[in-house]
């Protein structure tokens, strides 16, 4: 019973591993760009002043399908501080879409622009 015991924890720090390490997709520059939430393909939207804050450990629950995608909190600039979006699944568009997360990104003339995440085939 104790080997079961230590065969899930092993399992489950593993998956927290993964799952961590998921989130810590550094930033692509492609512009081959199927759909995208919210703003335009690649557009930086929000200015901050100074960088944000590390990202917050997450692991992501179930899947509610197998076309959902984790994508991973970030933080969200609101005019003034940082607010912390949580990770939420998003429905791949097709089955061979891949999701580019958002990311945050230091500007030559000052401060740090978001760019949303996009799907690209």
């Not at 703003?39 to 509610?64: D, H, S, T």
């Amino acid at each position: 019973m104790q080997h079961v015991d230590l065969m899930i924890g092993v399992a489950a720090v593993t998956l927290g591993i993964v799952a961590l390490s998921a989130c810590s997709t550094p930033p692509h520059t492609s512009a081959e760009v199927t759909a995208a939430p919210s703003v335009g393909p690649g557009a930086a939207a929000i200015l901050a002043a100074f960088p944000p804050p590390p990202k917050r450990a997450e692991i992501p629950p179930p899947a509610p399908s197998a076309q959902a995608l984790w994508d991973c909190g970030h933080w969200s600039w609101s005019g003034e501080r940082y607010v912390w979006i949580p990770g939420r699944y998003i429905e791949r568009p097709d089955p061979h879409a891949n999701w580019l997360p958002g990311y945050w990104q230091q500007q030559e003339a000052g401060g740090w622009a978001w760019t949303e995440g996009r799907w690209r085939s």
